[in-house]
């Protein structure tokens, strides 16, 4: 009796078709290397189907990682748990399909708690895959693990509001809010947490990013020149919000944008006062020019959240307007970008980051860099 140890012919010839079903799934533009790897050896080639983001990370490897010992491993069957450990690829990718990967795959979070969270917002749609992966990357790299099973959540439940150009800042405060000893964390009025939806960190990171912003434009210092002196008119107080604590104090109990006002300041371009009765604040005024008028004029007077106020309350404003030497008054506007942002404020508010991280990116530099705020 002969045993006929070989595979038959249709067997052979149907495992050829299930592999090139298989490999034809990968994007048109890796699969040349896809199969090259594939048909090196039929350990390799099985990888399409019980781990196709091994196959393509083995094939093609993202920057820094030689893939020759997983390779290796692979011929020689060695455990797929382990090999994925010598390709620095988390497990969890098992279950991705190999639509999904269409440029080489960068390192991911592998924590035991993310591991068991992430399987719940893996990308409904293969063309969601390539973004979602790069999200998930950056979050880890830029915050930490919570907020990248966060924002794969965020991006499957709603991928038209995450915005991958403002992930930068959106890490940071998320970084921040984790972190109560610094400066940093001591100026989100709403800090990151898991459960938020998108919206709400976003307009909350974008709060954040602002005071942050007159942080390091005012600096520690009040602002010397205010233009005017406090004074009373009509029973109503004038007083000078001339520190980054009285603007961030006016804007929260005003309810307007006070904040954003940082660059518009340093760069002489207004002054802004806050209008009492009796203590109790009534109004908020921004003294500026206004069109050819070379002296100081009221450009804004508005009550909480913005609106109107009373004629009284304009009179008494303009009386105390001119009650000073107009004239006299350096106006004096600087060219935009000209004056630098407060050394001291940049180093102490980023610093915390640059030390956990363990390095000072290019995105946030040492030196104080207006260019890089607002890329942020």
């Known amino acids: ?22 490999l034809r799934r990968y994007h048109s533009r ?36 030689d893939p020759a010992r997983a390779i290796a491993g692979v011929i020689d069957g060695v455990a797929l748990a382990q090999v994925a450990v010598f390709a620095d690829l988390p497990q969890w990718l098992r279950k991705l399909p190999p639509e999904a990967f269409v440029r ?25 895959a390539p973004t979602w992966l790069q999200l998930v990357s950056e979050a880890a790299a830029l915050a930490h ?8 959540r965020e ?5 038209r509001r995450v915005n991958p150009a403002r992930l930068r800042h959106l890490c940071l405060w998320a970084w921040f809010s984790s972190e109560p000893a610094t400066s940093g964390h001591r100026l989100i009025e709403r800090p990151w947490s898991p459960d938020m939806r998108i919206d709400a960190a976003r307009s909350a990171a974008h709060d954040w990013r602002t005071i942050a912003t007159l942080h390091v434009n005012l600096g520690r210092l009040p602002i010397a020149d205010m233009w005017l002196r406090a004074g009373h008119v009509a029973g109503y107080e004038f ?15 005003m309810r307007n944008c006070l904040n954003s006002y940082g660059p518009n300041l340093v760069h002489n371009r207004s002054r802004i006062w806050s209008m009492r009765k ?21 450009v804004e007077l ?28 350096d106006m004096g506007q600087r060219e935009w970008g000209a004056t630098p942002l407060d050394r001291e404020s940049w180093v102490s508010l980023w610093r915390p980051y640059w030390l956990a991280k363990r390095r000072i990116p290019d995105w946030l530099p040492m030196a104080p860099s207006r260019d890089a705020l607002e890329a942020l």
């Not at 009796?1 to 298989?22: D, F, Y």
Request: hydrophobic share 50%; proline share 9%; with cysteine.
């Open 1 to 22: 009796m002969t045993i006929n140890v070989l595979p038959a012919p249709h067997q052979v010839a149907g495992r050829s078709e299930l592999l090139e079903r298989r």
């Open 145 to 152: 693990e919570p907020m990248a099973a966060w924002i794969a």
């Open 239 to 253: 007083v000078p919000l001339d520190s980054m604590a009285a603007i961030a104090e006016e804007a929260k109990a």
């Open 302 to 329: 508005k009550a909480a959240g913005n609106g109107d106020v009373s004629r009284e309350q304009w009179w008494a404003a303009r009386q105390w307007l001119h009650m000073h030497a107009l004239p006299e008054i």
């Open 30 to 65: 890796v699969q040349g290397a896809v199969r090259a790897l594939a048909m090196r050896h039929s350990r390799l080639a099985d990888l399409a189907a019980s781990f196709p983001a091994l196959l393509f990370t083995l094939a093609v490897p993202r920057a820094r990682l």
């Open 104 to 128: 080489p795959i960068p390192r991911l979070p592998d924590g035991e708690l993310f591991c068991r969270q992430i399987a719940n917002h893996l990308p409904r749609s293969p063309k969601m």
């Open 278 to 298: 009796d203590g109790e604040r009534v109004a908020t005024l921004r003294i500026a020019r206004r069109y050819r008028d070379p002296l100081p004029n009221i």
């Open 155 to 159: 991006y499957v439940r709603a991928p």
